[in-house]
């Protein structure tokens, strides 16, 4: 197994073992850089854009990591949630449609629960409607606001 890359834009290697290896490792390397392992996924959705877009219109000065990295020593899976903020120990996930269905539901119930009980850190989901609505996302402002989350101007 060489772990050589023939051709750059499509990974072709030397071998299907020398192709998984070098995949390994490059998602490897991704996590230890805080980025999500599938490519894909490192655009910012929509929501996530103008979330921030809506920390910034509502002066929100507290620190947040974007695509926050967890893992989870049980299951030995790795967990990327949209923001996290360490100051108030707080993770935002802004649920886009596909989080509607059932398969979704229940991973991202068996998430919060793990980060909630074995990290203690409070989780406050906000799905699409609830975004576009306005309804959650004026209660995380009324919540940052008691944690002096926004500048007083």
């Known amino acids: 197994m060489c772990n050589t890359v023939i051709q750059h834009k499509i990974v072709k290697t030397c071998s299907p073992e020398c192709k998984s290896i070098l ?3 490059n998602i490897t390397e991704r996590i230890k850089q805080n980025r999500r392992s599938n490519y894909r996924r490192d655009k910012k959705s929509y929501l ?51 989080h509607e269905n059932s398969k979704h539901k229940e991973a991202d119930k068996l998430r919060d629960e ?30 940052l606001e008691n944690t002096g989350g926004p500048t007083r101007i």
Request: no cysteine.
């Open 23 to 25: 995949l390994s490792n």
């Open 48 to 98: 996530e854009e103008s979330f921030e877009t809506w920390l910034v219109d509502n002066n929100i000065s507290l620190k947040y990591e974007p695509e926050y990295t967890i893992k989870n020593h049980i299951t030995q899976k790795w967990y990327f949630v949209d923001f996290y903020f360490p100051e108030i120990n707080l993770i935002v996930e802004l649920d886009g449609k596909q």
């Open 114 to 143: 793990y980060i909630t009980t074995h990290l203690g850190i409070n989780v406050f989901r906000i799905s699409y409607d609830e975004y576009q609505a306005g309804t959650k996302i004026n209660q995380l402002l009324k919540l």
